[in-house]
């Protein structure tokens, strides 16, 4: 190799001529930093991925080597938590968000109360309780609105509208809630629409449709 030329040049008696340290150093590097001797080394990508496998391997290692048993009890342990994991996936069931409130009513294209109604019918027809609650209680907000009992507002919650229903509708104000918590969940709370429930609603939206406002009890309460 050039390097070991560098180094052990010689004399012409033969005699062997040792070059200084730093140039033949310098010398050395030259020679290594020539791009033959680096194809073969890892690129940067699989550099690191060896470096975390060594230090998966430390962990686990370390793990074993705390545990009786060695990787036979390690192993165990990871299978029990694993089988902890599925029978408590199994005992609660789906994962559920926290109810809420909050959410709009109407979230789509605005339709006639009519036009609710009977897309509530067909999902309850097909078995879709979730759909049939939902668009139920929508009909009911709406053939509010067109009967000038409720303000329209698209972005109101059905906490909102059956609060405000309630002043006009007194008799109705527990109903009114009832329905208004069980649209909340099943559209936020994850829960699933029943049959019952959605004839509940159903008796509800008929009852509201032939109920006359208490005017003077909502001027009251409105004014309060």
């Not at 290594?32 to 890892?42: A, C, E, I, T």
């Not at 975390?52 to 342990?77: K, Q, S, Y």
């Not at 699933?192 to 008929?206: F, H, K, S, W």
Request: aromatic residues 4%; hydrophobic residues 40%.
């Amino acid at each position: 190799m050039a390097v070991l030329g560098v180094l052990t040049a010689r004399s012409d008696d033969d005699i062997p001529v040792r070059t200084p340290r730093l140039p033949a150093r310098e010398a050395a590097e030259r020679e290594l930093s020539d791009p033959r001797y680096h194809q073969h080394d890892p690129n940067p990508v699989q550099r690191v991925l060896d470096w975390l496998w060594e230090r998966v391997d430390e962990l686990f290692r370390t793990a074993a080597g705390a545990t009786p048993g060695g990787w036979i009890g390690l192993l165990a342990i990871v299978a029990c938590v694993l089988l902890l994991i599925v029978a408590l996936r199994l005992r609660l069931g789906a994962v559920r968000r926290t109810p809420t409130t909050g959410g709009a009513l109407f979230t789509d294209t605005p339709r006639t109360a009519a036009e609710h109604r009977a897309a509530a019918d067909r999902h309850a027809a097909a078995g879709h309780w979730n759909q049939a609650v939902q668009d139920r209680m929508r009909a009911i907000v709406l053939a509010l609105e067109e009967r000038a009992l409720l303000t329209p507002g698209p972005g109101r919650t059905a906490d909102e509208a059956a609060t405000e229903a309630g002043l006009s509708l007194p008799r109705y104000a527990d109903q009114l809630r009832t329905a208004a918590r069980t649209f909340d969940d099943v559209t936020y709370g994850g829960r699933p629409g029943t049959e019952p429930a959605y004839a509940l609603l159903t008796t509800l939206d008929r009852d509201l449709q032939r109920a006359k406002p208490d005017l003077a009890t909502a001027s009251t309460r409105s004014r309060g």
